[in-house]
C-alpha cells in the first residue's frame, strides 16, 4: 500500500470484500492497495500487486481480449465521468496456479470514483464477484432448453400453459394449430373447453380441476376429439398436464403438452372395423355349429354313447369359448366408437352370479368355484354386461391359478354401493404390472407358461364398469394370489 493511504483505512481496506484501489492519472493505472478476499479470488500476492499496473499482473490474451478492454474502458469512463460503471457479466482469463495457464473466468464488477478535496478522481476502487458457477449453470441450462426445444419440436409436440387465478392460456406455435389457430392469435380457456367433443368436454375439465387440487402431486393424460376453432378440422390429441409453482411470487401454472394422434385413432378405428365385421361374420356359423353340436350331444346322452359323448362335450366347450371371444370383440368395438349401450335392470346378484358359476364349472373341473353366503342384493345394472365382467374375473382367476385351489367370489354393501371380489390363489401380479392391467391387449408376460388370450377380458370388464360410474381395481402379491374388485352404485 502507497503512502498515501492511511493505515487506519489499510486494515479495514484488507478486510473488506474482493477489492482493487487504483490510482489513475493521464500516466495510466497504479494499484495503491488490494484487499484480501481480492487476493484469495486471483490467487495472487499482496507484493507482487502494488505499485504495479493491474494490466501487467492480469494481461490481455491475445485470441479473446475482450474482458481486458472492457475493464480498461469501464476504468477510464469512472476517471474521466466521475460516475460509476457495472460489467454486469464478462470473460476475462487470469491465471490459474492449478493449470499454470490463463483460465476462463466470468466476473461481475463495479469500479466507483473516490475523489481528492478538490473533487478530482484521484482513484477507482474495482469490486470483483467471481459468477463463473453462475455463468456455467446458465449456460447449461441455456443448452438444455435449446436441447428441449428441439426434441419437442422434432417430435412435433405443442406445450400450453394456464395461469390458475386469471385462466390466461399461454401457447406454442403447434398447440394453437392443433386447436385450429393461427399462430398470431390468442385464446381463452372457455374457447379451448369448446373445441373439445361435447362427450369428452366435461371429463378434460374434470381432470384440468383434480390436477389444479392436486397441488402438483397429480398429473394427468388423457385423449379427446377436438373441432378447430378457426379452421373447424377435426383432429383427436393426446393432452398431458401437470401444476407446478413460479419461484418468484408462487404463481400456479398448469403446463401442458398437445401430441397430434389422428393418424393412430383413425388407424385404431380401422382395426376396430375390421375385428368387428369378422366376429359378426363368425357368429352365425358359430351359432349353427353350436346348435349341431347341442343336439348330437343331447343323441348321444339318450343313447348313452360315452365315445361319441366326450368329444362332442369338449367341442361343445371350445364353441362356448369362441362364442365369449367374438362377444368381446364385438363389445370392444362398441366401446372404441362410444357406442356401449347400457340397458339396466333390477336383477337379483346371487341368482346372477349362481348362475355364472354353474356355467363356468365345466371349463374349471380342476378348480372351486365358492359363492360367499350372505343376504342376497338387488342391483340395477345392466345384467348381461355385469355378467361379463364377472365372468372375466372367474376366467382370468381360474387360467392363473394352480388346479386344485379354490376361487372365492365375495361381496360387501354399504348404503350407496356394493364392492364385488374376486379372489384366488394364483401367481400373483407384480407392481409394475398392476397399473396397466386394464388397459385394451395388454397381457403380463409370464415367460415360463403360456397362457391362451388377447388381453381384453379386463379391459372389457373396466370398461363396463366405467360405464356404470364404478371403480374397479387389484390387490395382489406375487406368489399368494390376486383379489380383482369393483365397485357399482345401489341405485
Known amino acids: 500500500m502507497d503512502n498515501l493511504v492511511a493505515p487506519a483505512f489499510g486494515r479495514v481496506f484488507n478486510q473488506a470484500a474482493a477489492c482493487l484501489l487504483m490510482r489513475v492519472n493521464e500516466s495510466g493505472f497504479i494499484i495503491a492497495a488490494v484487499s484480501d478476499k481480492y487476493l484469495a479470488l486471483t490467487s495472487t500476492r499482496r507484493e507482487d500487486m502494488i505499485g504495479k499496473d493491474p494490466f501487467d499482473i492480469f494481461p490481455d490474451k491475445e485470441d479473446h481480449p475482450d474482458g481486458a478492454i472492457s475493464t480498461r474502458n469501464a476504468i477510464l469512463q469512472v476517471w474521466q465521468t466521475g460516475k460509476p460503471v457495472i460489467i454486469p457479466d464478462y470473460l476475462y482469463y487470469i491465471h490459474s496456479p492449478a493449470t499454470g495457464h490463463l483460465e476462463p473466468y466470468w466476473w461481475r464488477s463495479t469500479f466507483e470514483p473516490v475523489f481528492d478535496d478538490a473533487g478530482h478522481v484521484e482513484f477507482v476502487l474495482g469490486t470483483a464477484v467471481d459468477q463463473t458457477a453462475q455463468h456455467l449453470v446458465h449456460l447449461n441450462l441455456d443448452k438444455a432448453q435449446q436441447m428441449l426445444n428441439l426434441a419437442i419440436e422434432a417430435a412435433d409436440i405443442g406445450t400450453w400453459s394456464i395461469d390458475v387465478e386469471t385462466k390466461a392460456i399461454t401457447s406454442s406455435a403447434r398447440a394453437k394449430a392443433l386447436y ?4 398470431d392469435e390468442f385464446s381463452t380457456l372457455e374457447r379451448v373447453l ?8 366435461q371429463l378434460a375439465a374434470d381432470r384440468l380441476n383434480e390436477v389444479i387440487a392436486s397441488n402438483g402431486e397429480r398429473s394427468f393424460t388423457i385423449d379427446y376429439p377436438v373441432k378447430g376453432i378457426a379452421d373447424q378440422r377435426e383432429r ?6 401437470r401444476l407446478f409453482f413460479e419461484t418468484v411470487d408462487n404463481k400456479r401454472l398448469v403446463c401442458g403438452t398437445l401430441v397430434d394422434i389422428t393418424e393412430s385413432k383413425m388407424l385404431e378405428q380401422r382395426q376396430n372395423d375390421f375385428i368387428s365385421m369378422v366376429s359378426h361374420e363368425m357368429k352365425t356359423p358359430l351359432t349353427v355349429v353350436t346348435a349341431y353340436l347341442d343336439l348330437v350331444l343331447e343323441k348321444a346322452k339318450k343313447m348313452n354313447d360315452s365315445l361319441i359323448a366326450n368329444p362332442i362335450y369338449k367341442a361343445r366347450l371350445q364353441t362356448s369359448k369362441l362364442k365369449n371371444m367374438i362377444v368381446g370383440f364385438l363389445d370392444m368395438g ?11 335392470s333390477a336383477f337379483s346378484f346371487r341368482e346372477l352370479t349362481e348362475e355364472l358359476i354353474g356355467e363356468m364349472l365345466p371349463f374349471a373341473l380342476s378348480h372351486q368355484i365358492i359363492l360367499q353366503s350372505g343376504p342376497d342384493v338387488e342391483l340395477y345394472a345392466d345384467r348381461p354386461k355385469i355378467g361379463q365382467a364377472i365372468n372375466n374375473l372367474l376366467s382370468n382367476a381360474i387360467k392363473y391359478s394352480a388346479p386344485n385351489t379354490d376361487v372365492k367370489i365375495g361381496y360387501s354393501t354399504t348404503n350407496r354401493q356394493i364392492k364385488i371380489t374376486v379372489t384366488d390363489l394364483g401367481i400373483g401380479i407384480r407392481p409394475e404390472h398392476q397399473k396397466k392391467l386394464f388397459e385394451r391387449f395388454y397381457r403380463v408376460d409370464h415367460s415360463h407358461k403360456s397362457r391362451s388370450g388377447f388381453g381384453i377380458g379386463l379391459y372389457l370388464a373396466a370398461e363396463v364398469v366405467k360405464a356404470h360410474q364404478g371403480k374397479i381395481g387389484v390387490i395382489s402379491q406375487t406368489g399368494e394370489g390376486s383379489t380383482f374388485w369393483f365397485t357399482l352404485p345401489l341405485e
Request: aromatic share 6%; glycine share 10%; hydrophobic share 30%.
Open 180 to 183: 385450429g389457430l393461427p399462430p
Open 194 to 201: 369448446n373445441a373439445i367433443h361435447p362427450d369428452y368436454r
Open 236 to 241: 383427436w390429441v393426446r393432452s398431458t398436464a
Open 334 to 344: 362398441g366401446m372404441e366408437s362410444g357406442k356401449l349401450s347400457i340397458n339396466k
